[in-house]
């Protein structure tokens, strides 16, 4: 399985596997920077480790503080391997932008549709720098 995604954030190419969220989540108290874990009890996929992993985001739950806490995950290096989003989210993209602007290696972010998320549900994935995000089969 293999699709090309828009490049939203450039960053390093990725590959883990596939963490598929299925509903959004907040990263301000729904992630802990530090270990990268899903800190959120009432998320769906609460306990998971989204760190080293390729994060497929459904949506995201609004806080402007989103960004500062992937920024501090990448800075941990706790950061997902990729992220691959259905919308955009400026405010959680930030976060990325901001940490390649402080010399920090950071992973790319990318939009695919939704629809194609669970074509990548417990495989490994590839992100490469073109957008191709690919799954072993």
């Given at each position: 399985m293999s699709a090309r995604a828009e490049i939203l954030v450039p960053g390093k190419a990725g590959e883990g596997d596939a963490l598929v969220l299925t509903a959004p989540i907040s990263f301000w108290g729904g992630v802990d920077p530090r270990t990268g874990r899903i800190a959120d009890v009432?998320?769906?996929q609460h306990g998971e480790v989204i760190a080293g992993?390729?994060?497929?985001?459904?949506?995201?739950?609004?806080?402007?503080?989103?960004s500062a806490v992937l920024m501090e995950l990448v800075?941990?290096?706790r950061a997902p391997?990729?992220?691959v989003l259905h919308e955009?989210?400026?405010i959680l993209l930030l976060g990325l932008i901001?940490?390649?602007e402080m010399g920090w290696e950071t992973p790319m972010a990318v939009r695919?549709?939704?629809?194609?998320f669970d074509n990548y549900r417990g495989a490994a994935v590839t992100v490469a720098s073109d957008g191709a995000v690919s799954a072993a089969v």
């Open positions: 009432r998320h769906p992993r390729v994060l497929f985001l459904p949506g995201t739950i609004g806080s402007s503080s989103a800075h941990n290096g391997a990729a992220l955009p989210d400026a901001v940490a390649r695919l549709e939704r629809g194609a």
